[in-house]
């Protein structure tokens, strides 16, 4: 069997080692940390870029900044002014030619040229037959004829005006030629009927008339489209006069060309196949200097790229995604550089997705269970890191999760027990029974002992009012909440931790939940409701120490009615007080301890609080800003330590 080795042409690399990611993802979750959901967080990456490449924002800087450079560089009636000129210069000549003639001949053709009307484009069909004594008026006037056929042309098709300079009779033929071919194609394709080989066949005769060179007929027809589009939008920006003189200039030098009939043919065949583009309407260009009418075409096109490239960069439209961006639209806007920009933003969204740390959802991007594990290892870091930083200690946690401490004894193994074995004693025991063959078997195995350590159940209750995030504090609440989980979950597993949120209602949040959140603007800090969910995930873990930890910036608003709605009022009624009161007295019975984080120093706020904590026993802190995470944590760990000595 032989075997050929060549270049990779099937896509990515399959050997090329994994993307390294982690700084794009430790970047969304700074953002989700600080208060973001998910889809702004990645927006927002997408937005900067990543180191050395330009994101969004910049590229739409350079699109907004080019369009503007493109609307100052020139007014669009230029053609027009150019025939002027020339106009005026054939008069000029013929006036001189016939100045010296004493003939009545003369005089007569003074007289015609006298009565011209001011109007360019008539006054040029009507020189169409005008015998010229002047060669020089004549060339003139010829010039402006050649002028018009060549601005349409290369309007239509880039590249045509040098070609179409001192046309002969045989390359206008072959223009005709050329058009018809390209209609009789359009025509086929929208009868479903073309073939590739068509093109291809097409390509091979007239192929030097497009620089570009297409590879099928769907390129062609693009790139034709958006300057027939643009052609028309010209000319709908010009004032009515300045439309109708130039329309009429257009028509009678493609038709003296046998051409006008083949273009009306291809625009109309155009529209058919791109009618998504914008067929019309007034474009703004402020420049000072006149355009010739392909140079307006081609500016007006470039217009219409950058301003679809705007929208599509600013991805704030429903469904909106990277994989929207044309990769030919931002290189023929923006040019390679921007295409490699936006290759790495793919990348990195593409990545994301791919390694497992984002996922598509009905409602939008999600972030995975990896990604929250990570997020919430980070949060955790975080508060550690400031614990440190403030000389508190470190928090050596590497016994965590353990069934208990170790006594030094052992015991035989009973079915079902967790405790780790004692290999030492094991293999021993088997050695004890028979020298001669050992083998192990059931009742050779012991475990090691260990004391039980106790567990806890806690309850985080976090305020989800709007208050929250109007006064900055919901981005330090929800990383307190992340961190926490974290902590209990990775490192005490043995306690049960339930992060409950409230605003005018509570529920039970898991962390994706807590991260997803997105703010609705209602009224209400029902405190109430959420101690209640509390004693319910408290119930379920009986034989655990109770703690409850609250998060709040104001006093509580809201409680459940006797019709179980929530009743809001501010300042708060006599009932929400009492009703809450008597759900931290209903807390305190069950032996839960309530500690209490504030994080305004509203009066109110601290008096209620201070109610509770001599109700209750538990305490109330009121952190810094930048601090909340600590103190929970902190106040977690030493409850833990608390529970071990007491054990």
């Known amino acids: 069997m032989s075997v050929r080795y060549g270049a990779w042409h099937g896509g990515p690399d399959p050997l090329e080692p994994p993307y390294d990611i982690r700084q794009a993802l430790d970047e969304i979750g700074d953002d989700v940390l600080s208060g973001m959901s998910p889809r702004s967080a990645l927006n927002r990456l997408l937005r900067r870029g990543s180191t050395g490449r330009d994101g969004l924002d910049s590229l739409r800087r350079q699109a907004r900044e080019r369009a503007r450079e493109l609307r100052r560089g020139g007014r669009l009636d230029g053609t027009l002014d150019q025939v002027r000129a020339l106009l005026d210069t054939a008069l000029e000549e013929e006036r001189r030619a016939l100045f010296p003639d004493p003939s009545d001949t003369a005089r007569m053709a003074e007289a015609e040229l006298d009565a011209l009307p001011r109007d360019t ?87 030097d008339f497009f620089p570009e060179q297409p590879q099928n007929l769907d390129q062609l027809i693009d790139s034709l489209a958006r300057r027939a589009a643009a052609a028309q939008q010209l000319l709908d920006s010009l004032t009515p006069e300045q439309r109708n003189e130039l329309a009429g200039l257009m028509a009678q030098a493609m038709g003296q060309s046998g051409l006008a009939e083949q273009m009306d043919r291809l625009r109309q065949g155009l529209q058919s196949a791109r009618p998504d583009l914008r067929w019309g309407g007034r474009t703004r260009m402020d ?131 967790e405790q780790p074995l004692d290999v030492v004693r094991s293999l021993r025991n088997a050695v004890m029974r028979d020298p001669s063959d050992v083998r192990l078997q059931a009742d050779d195995f012991e475990v ?18 709007y208050s929250m995030e109007l006064r900055g504090t919901w981005g330090e609440a929800k990383t307190t909440a992340l961190a926490l989980h974290s902590l209990v979950t990775t490192k005490y597993p043995q306690d049960a931790i339930e992060i409950i949120g409230f605003s005018d209602y509570a529920r039970v949040m898991t962390p994706n939940a807590l991260v997803e959140h997105d703010w609705d603007r209602v009224q209400g800090t029902n405190l109430q409701h959420g101690l209640m969910l509390a004693r319910r995930h ?5 034989g655990s120490d109770p703690m409850i930890l609250v998060i709040t910036d104001g006093e509580p608003t809201a409680h459940l009615a006797a019709d179980g709605f929530a009743d809001f009022a501010w300042p708060p009624t006599r009932e929400t007080i009492a009703a809450t009161l008597a759900e931290v007295e209903r807390c305190t019975r069950r032996g839960a301890t309530i500690n209490v984080f504030m994080l305004d120093d509203d009066p109110r706020l601290v008096a209620f609080m201070q109610e509770v904590g001599q109700r209750n026993g538990g305490r109330v802190f009121q952190p810094k800003r930048g601090s909340l995470g600590e103190y929970v944590v902190e106040d977690y760990l030493s409850r833990r330590r608390g529970r071990r000595r007491a054990g």
Do not use: C
Request: glycine letters at 8%.
């Open 538 to 542: 408290l119930d379920k873990h009986r």
């Open 448 to 465: 090691v002992e260990t004391e039980r350590r106790a567990s806890a159940a806690i309850a985080l209750l976090v305020d989800m009012s």
């Open 287 to 417: 420049g000072e200097e006149g355009l010739g009418y392909s140079d307006a075409t081609g500016a007006i096109a470039e217009l219409a790229d950058l301003d679809q490239l705007d929208e599509l960069l600013g991805q704030d439209y429903p469904g909106a995604s990277l994989d929207d961006i044309d990769e030919e639209l931002i290189e023929r806007a923006l040019g390679r550089a921007a295409v490699d920009d936006m290759a790495q933003l793919r990348r990195i969204e593409r990545e994301l997705r791919e390694q497992g740390y984002v996922q598509k959802g009905g409602d939008g991007l999600r972030l995975s269970p990896r990604a929250l594990r990570r997020l919430g290892s980070t949060a955790l870091k975080r508060v550690f890191a400031l614990v440190e930083s403030r000389g508190r200690g470190t928090h050596d946690v590497r016994d965590a999760g353990a069934a208990g401490e170790v006594t030094g004894a052992s015991r035989e193994w009973r079915f079902g027990d």
């Open 121 to 207: 484009a008539r006054a040029v069909r009507d020189l169409a037959d005008f015998q010229w004594r002047s060669p020089e008026a004549r060339a003139a006037y010829q010039q402006i004829q050649d002028l018009l056929r060549s601005e349409v042309l290369d309007a239509q098709f880039a590249g045509m005006r040098e070609a179409m300079q001192n046309a002969t009779p045989e390359d206008l033929a072959r223009v005709r030629d050329m058009m018809n071919a390209l209609n009789d194609m359009l025509d086929a394709d929208a009868r479903g009927e073309h073939t590739q080989d068509d093109f291809e066949q097409f390509m091979r005769e007239y192929g």
